[in-house]
Protein backbone atom coordinates (compact mmCIF):
# COMPACT_ATOMS: atom_id res chain seq x y z
CA UNK A 1 0.00 0.00 0.00
CA UNK A 2 1.42 3.49 -0.64
CA UNK A 3 0.97 5.20 2.62
CA UNK A 4 1.86 9.00 1.08
CA UNK A 5 -1.55 8.52 -0.38
CA UNK A 6 -3.29 8.86 2.83
CA UNK A 7 -0.95 11.35 4.61
CA UNK A 8 -1.61 15.15 4.15
CA UNK A 9 1.40 17.26 3.68
CA UNK A 10 1.15 21.02 5.06
CA UNK A 11 3.10 23.24 3.88
CA UNK A 12 5.43 25.80 6.02
CA UNK A 13 3.84 24.21 9.51
CA UNK A 14 5.18 24.62 12.42
CA UNK A 15 7.16 27.43 10.62
CA UNK A 16 8.09 28.41 7.36
CA UNK A 17 10.27 26.16 4.81
CA UNK A 18 8.82 23.02 7.14
CA UNK A 19 6.70 20.63 4.98
CA UNK A 20 4.37 18.76 8.07
CA UNK A 21 3.46 15.20 6.98
CA UNK A 22 0.05 14.92 8.81
CA UNK A 23 -0.80 11.20 9.87
CA UNK A 24 -4.20 12.74 10.94
CA UNK A 25 -5.74 11.57 7.50
CA UNK A 26 -4.10 8.25 7.38
CA UNK A 27 -5.49 8.00 10.98
CA UNK A 28 -9.05 8.96 9.89
CA UNK A 29 -9.68 6.26 7.53
CA UNK A 30 -9.78 3.30 9.21
CA UNK A 31 -8.74 0.43 6.96
CA UNK A 32 -5.60 2.03 5.84
CA UNK A 33 -4.56 2.61 9.64
CA UNK A 34 -5.67 -0.73 10.76
CA UNK A 35 -3.41 -1.83 7.67
CA UNK A 36 -0.50 0.21 8.75
CA UNK A 37 -0.68 -1.01 12.55
CA UNK A 38 -0.92 -4.36 11.15
CA UNK A 39 2.47 -4.06 9.35
CA UNK A 40 3.90 -2.54 12.92
CA UNK A 41 2.62 -5.79 14.68
CA UNK A 42 3.93 -7.95 12.28
CA UNK A 43 7.77 -6.38 12.73
CA UNK A 44 7.18 -6.02 16.67
CA UNK A 45 6.16 -9.99 16.21
CA UNK A 46 9.00 -10.76 13.71
CA UNK A 47 11.30 -9.23 16.89
CA UNK A 48 9.33 -11.00 19.92
CA UNK A 49 8.87 -7.89 21.66
CA UNK A 50 8.22 -7.88 25.45
CA UNK A 51 7.36 -4.60 25.46
CA UNK A 52 6.26 -1.59 23.28
CA UNK A 53 7.63 2.16 23.76
CA UNK A 54 6.48 5.41 22.90
CA UNK A 55 7.41 8.91 23.01
CA UNK A 56 4.38 11.76 23.42
CA UNK A 57 2.31 11.90 21.66
CA UNK A 58 2.12 10.67 17.65
CA UNK A 59 4.29 7.59 18.91
CA UNK A 60 0.92 6.56 21.43
CA UNK A 61 -1.68 6.64 18.34
CA UNK A 62 0.95 4.33 16.59
CA UNK A 63 2.09 2.42 20.11
CA UNK A 64 -0.56 1.51 21.78
CA UNK A 65 -2.76 -0.11 19.01
CA UNK A 66 0.49 -2.33 18.25
CA UNK A 67 0.91 -3.20 21.97
CA UNK A 68 -3.09 -3.72 22.26
CA UNK A 69 -2.90 -6.03 19.37
CA UNK A 70 0.03 -8.23 20.90
CA UNK A 71 -1.54 -8.19 24.21
CA UNK A 72 1.32 -6.41 25.91
CA UNK A 73 2.53 -4.11 27.76
CA UNK A 74 3.35 -0.26 26.50
CA UNK A 75 5.38 2.30 28.10
CA UNK A 76 4.72 6.32 27.64
CA UNK A 77 7.99 8.40 27.36
CA UNK A 78 6.78 12.20 28.25
CA UNK A 79 7.68 15.05 28.04
CA UNK A 80 9.64 16.70 31.77
CA UNK A 81 6.98 17.24 34.37
CA UNK A 82 4.44 14.84 33.06
CA UNK A 83 4.65 11.68 34.91
CA UNK A 84 3.59 11.49 38.42
CA UNK A 85 6.85 9.29 39.52
CA UNK A 86 10.16 8.83 39.66
CA UNK A 87 11.56 9.24 36.49
CA UNK A 88 15.04 9.46 34.14
CA UNK A 89 15.04 11.86 31.93
CA UNK A 90 17.53 12.97 28.66
CA UNK A 91 17.78 15.85 26.62
CA UNK A 92 17.34 15.27 22.70
CA UNK A 93 17.06 17.92 19.86
CA UNK A 94 14.29 17.96 16.73
CA UNK A 95 14.26 18.90 13.51
CA UNK A 96 13.43 22.60 14.77
CA UNK A 97 14.64 22.88 18.48
CA UNK A 98 15.40 20.91 21.79
CA UNK A 99 13.51 19.33 24.21
CA UNK A 100 13.46 16.81 27.34
CA UNK A 101 12.00 13.22 27.86
CA UNK A 102 11.30 11.15 30.73
CA UNK A 103 10.23 7.53 31.46
CA UNK A 104 8.91 6.26 35.05
CA UNK A 105 11.83 4.48 36.18
CA UNK A 106 10.38 1.17 37.39
CA UNK A 107 8.65 0.80 33.91
CA UNK A 108 11.26 -0.89 31.91
CA UNK A 109 12.72 -4.19 33.64
CA UNK A 110 16.46 -5.31 33.00
CA UNK A 111 16.39 -8.15 29.99
CA UNK A 112 12.85 -7.00 28.08
CA UNK A 113 12.93 -6.89 24.30
CA UNK A 114 11.88 -3.36 23.54
CA UNK A 115 10.32 -2.01 19.99
CA UNK A 116 10.53 1.81 20.17
CA UNK A 117 7.29 3.01 17.49
CA UNK A 118 7.01 6.73 16.64
CA UNK A 119 4.88 8.00 13.54
CA UNK A 120 7.97 9.91 11.89
CA UNK A 121 12.01 9.13 12.27
CA UNK A 122 13.48 12.64 11.18
CA UNK A 123 16.50 13.05 12.49
CA UNK A 124 16.52 10.74 15.43
CA UNK A 125 17.17 12.67 18.24
CA UNK A 126 13.69 11.81 19.79
CA UNK A 127 14.45 8.10 19.34
CA UNK A 128 18.31 8.25 20.22
CA UNK A 129 16.74 9.97 23.54
CA UNK A 130 14.00 7.09 24.06
CA UNK A 131 16.66 4.31 23.31
CA UNK A 132 19.36 5.73 25.86
CA UNK A 133 16.82 5.59 28.89
CA UNK A 134 15.44 2.53 27.96
CA UNK A 135 18.64 0.88 27.67
CA UNK A 136 19.62 2.56 30.82
CA UNK A 137 16.62 1.18 32.50
CA UNK A 138 18.56 -1.97 31.57
CA UNK A 139 16.05 -2.53 28.24
CA UNK A 140 17.24 -4.56 24.89
CA UNK A 141 15.79 -2.48 22.28
CA UNK A 142 15.23 -5.06 19.17
CA UNK A 143 13.47 -2.98 17.04
CA UNK A 144 12.56 0.90 15.75
CA UNK A 145 9.08 0.94 14.24
CA UNK A 146 8.01 4.09 12.27
CA UNK A 147 4.85 5.64 9.65
CA UNK A 148 7.07 7.83 8.05
CA UNK A 149 11.05 8.20 7.24
CA UNK A 150 12.34 11.41 6.23
CA UNK A 151 15.17 9.93 4.70
CA UNK A 152 16.90 13.55 3.89
CA UNK A 153 17.43 14.32 7.44
CA UNK A 154 19.29 11.55 8.14
CA UNK A 155 17.95 10.10 11.21
CA UNK A 156 18.68 6.85 10.55
CA UNK A 157 22.57 7.30 10.79
CA UNK A 158 22.40 7.87 14.59
CA UNK A 159 20.79 4.77 14.97
CA UNK A 160 22.43 2.25 13.23
CA UNK A 161 23.07 -0.12 15.82
CA UNK A 162 19.02 -1.02 15.51
CA UNK A 163 16.96 -2.60 12.99
CA UNK A 164 14.58 -0.01 11.46
CA UNK A 165 10.87 -0.29 9.71
CA UNK A 166 9.26 2.28 8.41
CA UNK A 167 6.65 1.93 6.32
CA UNK A 168 6.98 4.94 4.08
CA UNK A 169 10.10 6.99 3.32
CA UNK A 170 10.22 10.57 2.20
CA UNK A 171 13.75 11.22 0.21
Given at each position: ???????????DWPQ???????ITTLMQN?????????????????KQADVIVGPEARGFVVGCPVATALEIGFVPVRKKGKLPRE?????????????CLTIHKDSIH?????????????????????IQMVE???GEVVGLAFLIELAYLNGRN?????DIF?????Q
Amino acid sequence: MNYKDYITIVEDWPQEGIRFKDITTLMQNGPVYKKAIGELVTFAQEKQADVIVGPEARGFVVGCPVATALEIGFVPVRKKGKLPREVISCEYGLEYGKDCLTIHKDSIHPGQRVIITDDLLATGGTIEATIQMVEELGGEVVGLAFLIELAYLNGRNKLTRYDIFSLTTYQ
